[in-house]
């Protein structure tokens, strides 16, 4: 079945500093890609989605490159803030179904 | 705006009892979804709806039942809550029509089983 793998659980960053969270999925055809943040106390809200291979989403300096390839779709952001801090989720919806299957969360802080 | 709301935000139940989650989406959406929350395991399935009247079991449907009464609002009923219940419960709407599948989530319902 499709699924989603986050490998880092938490992260913990200074301000200024590189992100990167892997997000590796397994799936058939074409899926689209999303990547969710939830602040404290908050549902999930989409960051951004691609769609097709090759395609980079991107909002608030974050982004992230559908890779089909290497089925990957890691979130970057070049320089970090303390208000980034939140759990971010990579999802994926395949093509024809109806069904979002999430990873498990990695959990962000940020330190001023 | 897309609005999903939830109630009530946080709920004590004893074990045995009756549960019942609700949510109301106001964005004319056709899915409807209930997650659970789960340090670990982030966000999973229960059941989802495409249509008022009918339910579809997730990933996790054992101990959980649903109800789509309406487009707007679709309930999730423990019959029997037990210890294992006890997490953060997320409703959520999309609509996957013209390529607009983002969800939206609601607040989230915190249930303590004890």
């Known amino acids: ?112 | 705006e897309a609005a999903v709301t939830q109630s009530p935000r946080s709920k004590v139940a004893v074990t045995g009892g009756k549960v019942t989650l609700s949510c109301h989406q106001t964005n004319n959406h056709d899915y409807m979804y209930w997650y659970r929350q789960d340090t670990g395991h982030g966000l999973r399935l229960i059941h989802y709806s495409y249509v008022a009247d009918s339910t579809e079991k997730g990933d996790i449907p054992d101990g959980y039942k649903a109800s789509r009464p309406s487009q707007e609002n679709f309930s999730l009923i423990l019959e029997l809550a037990s210890l294992s219940q006890t997490a953060v419960y997320f409703c959520a709407s999309s609509d996957t029509g013209g390529g607009q599948d983002t969800q939206y989530f609601g607040p989230g319902t915190r249930l303590l089983v004890l």
């Open chain 1, 1 to 112: 079945g499709d699924s989603v793998t986050q490998t880092e659980g938490q992260v913990a960053l200074s301000e200024e500093d590189f992100l990167t969270i892997h997000c590796n999925y397994s799936a058939s055809g074409y899926p689209t890609l999303f990547w969710y943040v939830q602040y404290p106390g908050e549902g999930p809200q989409l960051l951004f989605r691609a769609s097709r291979d090759k395609e980079k989403g991107s909002s608030r300096g974050f982004e992230a490159t559908y890779d089909k390839g290497t089925t990957s779709f890691h979130l970057r952001k070049a320089s970090v803030q303390e208000s980034d801090s939140a759990v971010y989720y990579c999802a994926l919806r395949n093509t024809g179904y109806q069904n979002f299957y999430f990873g498990k969360g990695t959990s962000l802080t940020v330190i001023p």
